[in-house]
């Protein structure tokens, strides 16, 4: 006799009737998606020794809106799915292969994997995706849902800086389509194009190829330095040969070499398992590389410059910045976007003895505050928004030597003072990410992350003119690039009462109700809250400029405002107690 659990079945029948009525009442879907570094590096050769492989990451969110208007973020019990296509980029650059339309190969990672322990066909990523014309089932290119954090992910996409014809391209793009779990019928409007960016302009060879300063004829007598025709794989011998001479190794014996395998990196510790016994033995990838290279950032004879930018200052041309002789690049710019016009690499992480934890952090340094007083943990223990945007018009941190001209912004993630360059903790978190949260995995309004409104960490919109795919989502999303603030990309025009629930904050944005008296009561019940955009003295803020080109018509007349321009309580009204 079957037994049958009458409290479970009513219990699965009242999900299944609750999911399908929820899944009736969408009438449109949106997808946001993001890269979560801004810049991924890969190996321009694998025979030598690796650093690291083809491994891209995007984090997406499915947005469904419902008959009334409203949005909620979806997860894939709501019966959505997301997956990539090959898309052509501002330029007309495809990249759809792991081979150019030639059938060349893009790489010789597949060819000398056994660095990685790894036994993959060619083609496929660590973690079984493909490029979608090397797909061989739908699943190859098919987001995962990731329970932990809530989002759908493309965790290791093999995208490699060669299109299919052969062309460098170091911001390819993919087209994102969200469509039904069960049938994979696409819903009609629900896409978007995203940036992977990746480059193998990672490089040793400045310091490391033969005849250069670490690799000069006679420096060690011992030591006979490679002559081999192909510049990377030159100075990736020398640095074996170097380090078996230093160190009392057999790695140029042992091609090829994981770097990883003694020097532990967090990028490469995809089970999060940790250290293993032989990396607990050595200092960590990044110690090891920028701890032990701070003194030695010397180009022709000269010493780059290895510290912030102080305000006012003149950036320093990408080819003689210390970082971007190993990091990509004088040509890629890991960094940026929005912040570059400013500010570079050290003045949010410090330089690079701090960046490889030479000092020990300062109390709030580290990301949970489980690291205070040590060394930083590489890839955990980094700058925050908060550690610059320390708050609005009416509280942020007092005005000091690295405060910018608007009196808002910090030019330094840190305390000068501090070698450790801990990264600063605002007291006011409007611009703070989630506690205990890097950036990248942070969240904040209606529980979208911030990456999809403000793009990839190193990369925040809006772009520069040199890097016209990153602007490309935001432009899909809103109609024009920037942050993502109208309220219209998510909510249905005219379905949101007057608020100040907005991101950070924020009011209706492009409202002709909250522009025609409606802002009027919110002033009369809390200046404080119209002041932190617009001003203590109301005149305007760096915080209150229109993201757009607008055009208000009011009972004062029409008000014309370009992309820029700060909203003043005095372009309508007169005098100072309207």
Not at 230 to 249: C, G, I, M, W
Not at 299 to 325: F, H, M, R, T, W
Not at 433 to 444: A, I, P, V
Not at 451 to 464: F, K, L, R, V, Y
């Amino acid at each position: 006799m079957i037994k049958i659990n009458y409290p479970a079945l009513i219990s699965l029948m009242w999900l299944l009737i609750s999911g399908l009525a929820h899944s009736a009442t969408i009438q449109q879907y949106k997808v946001f998606a993001a890269n979560d570094l801004g810049m991924h590096c890969v190996d321009d050769d694998f025979s030598t020794f690796t650093i690291l492989p083809p491994f891209n990451v995007v984090q997406a969110q499915v947005i469904g809106i419902d008959a009334l208007g409203h949005p909620s973020v979806l997860t894939a019990a709501d019966g959505v799915e997301l997956t990539y296509a090959a898309t052509a980029d501002a330029h007309g650059s495809i990249n759809s292969s792991w081979l150019d339309k030639y059938g060349v190969p893009k790489t010789n990672f597949w060819t000398y994997q056994q660095a990685y322990g790894l036994n993959l066909p060619e083609g496929k990523g660590i973690f079984g995706l493909t490029l979608p014309k090397d797909a061989k089932t739908r699943a190859d290119r098919t987001f995962s849902w990731n329970t932990s954090q809530s989002v759908f992910k493309a965790v290791g996409v093999p995208i490699l800086p060669i299109d299919d014809q052969g062309n460098k391209n170091f911001y390819p793009m993919l087209q994102l389509q969200v469509s039904n779990a069960k049938t994979h019928a696409a819903f009609v409007g629900a896409t978007t194009k995203v940036v992977l960016p990746v480059s193998d302009e990672t490089t040793c060879k400045n310091c490391h190829a033969t005849n250069a300063s670490a690799a000069m004829p006679g420096k060690y007598p011992t030591v006979t330095w490679s002559f081999d025709p192909n510049p990377s794989v030159q100075y990736r011998e020398n640095v074996l040969k170097l380090h078996d001479f230093k160190f009392a190794t057999a790695l140029e014996v042992a091609k090829p070499v994981l770097c990883a395998a003694c020097h532990y990196s967090p990028a490469l510790d995809l089970t999060g398992s940790g250290q293993s016994a032989e990396q607990k033995r050595h200092r960590t990838m990044s110690a090891v590389m920028h701890d032990n290279h701070a003194a030695k950032m010397v180009l022709n004879g000269v010493a780059l410059p290895d510290k912030p930018v102080l305000v006012g200052g003149k950036i320093p041309a990408s080819s003689k910045e210390s970082c971007y002789q190993c990091h990509p690049g004088s040509d890629t710019r890991c960094l940026r976007g929005a912040m570059t016009q400013n500010v570079t690499c050290q003045n949010c992480h410090g330089n690079m003895q701090a960046t490889g934890g030479h000092y020990p952090l300062k109390p709030g340094g580290s990301l949970d505050g489980t690291n205070d007083g040590g060394s930083r943990r590489p890839w955990v223990d980094l700058p925050r928004c908060q550690s610059c945007h320390t708050g609005d018009a009416v509280n942020h941190l007092p005005v000091n030597a690295s405060t910018s001209a608007d009196g808002l912004r910090q030019y330094f993630a840190f305390d000068l003072a501090d070698p450790a360059a801990s990264p600063r903790l605002a007291s006011n978190k409007r611009f703070a990410e989630q506690t205990d949260t890097l950036y990248r995995f942070s969240k904040g309004h209606g529980n979208v992350l911030c990456e999809n409104c403000h793009n990839s960490t190193h990369a925040i919109w809006p772009g520069d003119a040199k890097h016209p795919n990153d602007n490309i989502p935001a432009v899909l999303a809103q109609g024009h690039t920037g942050t993502l603030a109208e309220c219209t990309t998510c909510h249905t025009n005219g379905s949101l009462g007057l608020t100040l629930n907005g991101p950070h904050g924020m009011h209706n944005v492009n409202d002709k109700k909250w522009v025609n008296g409606g802002h009027g009561d919110f002033y009369e019940k809390n200046a404080k809250a119209c002041q932190a955009c617009h001003g203590l003295d109301l005149k305007g803020s760096p915080l209150g400029k229109v993201a757009a080109n607008r055009v208000f018509v009011t009972e004062f007349g029409t008000k014309n405002y370009t992309a820029g321009d700060k909203v003043t309580c005095f372009d309508c009204h007169k005098g100072v107690n309207f």
